[in-house]
């Protein structure tokens, strides 16, 4: 079993022994199982797929660290993080329109604007897609 949890600003929002996780990382999409080597990666705004007992537990995750310590410890430091069931679509595809309006109107934005305003599209769009696919499935 792998010890998997998720830690945000807002504390600890999923903690569980689970059997396998699909995580979004800067290198790609991983995934976990049992003894895997350790492991530091960036996380990048997309999906988790965690698998216990035939089940699987859906979330979206934003940007942050993902750390695979040894005896198959596995932590997401993440800004923010959702279970699929959890999302407000409608709020995430306002903040989205939102974030594409401010987008259009880059000439008048720095750089570091333009940066976080894609973060901010990149995350609402993994909440989106994590909400409709989790949808989807059931
Ligand atoms: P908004 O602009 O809609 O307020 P945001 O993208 O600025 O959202 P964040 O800073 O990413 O919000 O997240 C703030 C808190 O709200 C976090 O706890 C996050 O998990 C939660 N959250 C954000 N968007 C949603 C959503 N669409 N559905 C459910 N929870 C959300």
Redesign the pocket.
């Known amino acids: 079993m792998i010890t998997f949890k998720i830690v945000?600003p807002?504390g600890v929002?999923y903690e569980d022994e689970i059997e396998k996780v699909t995580i979004p990382t800067g290198d790609g999409e991983i995934t976990v199982l049992e003894n895997h080597a350790p492991l530091v990666s960036t996380l990048v705004p997309g999906a988790v797929f965690v698998h216990k007992n035939g089940q699987i537990v859906h979330l979206a995750v934003?940007t942050g660290i993902l750390e695979i310590r040894p005896n198959s410890e596995v932590y997401l430091l993440a800004?923010?993080?959702?279970r699929a069931e959890?999302?407000?679509?409608?709020?995430?595809e306002?903040?989205r329109a939102?974030a594409e309006k401010m987008m259009k109107e880059k000439d008048a934005l720095a750089d570091v604007d333009f940066v976080r305003i894609q973060a901010?599209i990149e995350?609402?769009t993994a909440?989106i897609g994590v909400?409709k696919k989790y949808r989807d499935v059931k």
Do not use: L, Q
């Open positions: 945000t807002n929002t934003s800004d923010t993080s959702e959890d999302i407000d679509v409608e709020r995430a306002a903040a939102r901010m995350r609402e909440r909400a």
